[in-house]
């Protein structure tokens, strides 16, 4: 199963407006990180939040990570059309070994429309 | 210009057939993944390699092979064993162990004719 599952699944919102997606996740973590993928592309890395971090802000972008409710959110302020993409949340488990690997949830799908 | 490429960017199989797609990195990263999209999915890990001559399986690698025989190259075959091919093949890098940042390739399209 997903460890990540992104909310909504899809967003359309006015150029301006602000956006935010949600992200939760079932199992302890050390590091949540954000990606975007533009139609037919591959990702592309937006911000990690560790799991002793509460917010980070990067540019137009602010993440939150509750750790407590197991959540996370990405906020996208002032909207262009060129932030029209898929979103991603990934997170890493929380295990001993020596092997790191990441577990991405299925996206929101942004279209901020002119 | 550093970077991960991938080829080809369309790839069609003939049933039966074997394929392989190529991933190469000249970020002189040590661990390199292959994951697989389906449309409105997000990606499911295939393999990963977190340094040259070993790999592991990752959540689906039933009819996928890979080797990692040199730092800069992680090839995955997709074997006629894998009875649904038809995705988007996505390769990414990172530095190593601990807290990772994965950098992407720009896919391969699979088709089945």
């Known amino acids: 199963s997903q460890q990540g599952e992104e909310d909504p699944q899809a967003l359309s919102i006015q150029e301006g407006e602000n956006a935010t997606m949600n992200c939760s996740y079932k199992t302890s973590i050390n590091n949540l990180q954000w990606y975007r993928q533009n139609s037919g592309r591959g990702l592309v890395h937006l911000i990690l939040?560790?799991?002793?971090?509460r917010e980070k802000h990067s540019g137009r972008l602010r993440v939150t990570l509750d750790t407590s409710k197991k959540s996370s959110s990405l906020l996208i302020t002032a909207s262009r059309a060129a932030d029209t993409a898929s979103y991603f949340c990934a997170t890493d488990k929380h295990s001993g070994g020596s092997n790191y690997k990441l577990t991405f949830g299925k996206g929101t799908l942004l279209t901020v429309n002119p | 210009d550093g970077g991960i490429t991938q080829s080809p960017k369309y790839l069609f199989r003939k049933e039966g057939q074997n394929v392989t797609l190529s991933c190469e990195q000249n970020?002189?990263?040590?661990?390199m993944y292959w994951y697989r999209q389906d449309p409105g999915q997000g990606l499911r890990l295939i393999y990963y390699?977190?340094?040259?001559?070993?790999?592991q399986k990752g959540d689906i690698a039933e009819g996928y092979s890979v080797s990692r025989e040199k730092k800069e190259s992680f090839p995955l075959t997709v074997t006629s064993a894998q009875k649904n091919p038809t995705a988007f093949y996505l390769c990414?890098?990172?530095?190593?162990?601990?807290?990772?940042?994965?950098?992407f390739g720009p896919g391969t399209r699979l088709l089945v004719l």
């Open positions: 990414a890098s990172s530095i190593g162990q601990g807290v990772e940042t994965q950098y």
């Open positions: 390699s977190q340094i040259v001559n070993d790999f």
């Open positions: 939040i560790r799991s002793n971090e």
């Open positions: 970020l002189n990263h040590d661990a």
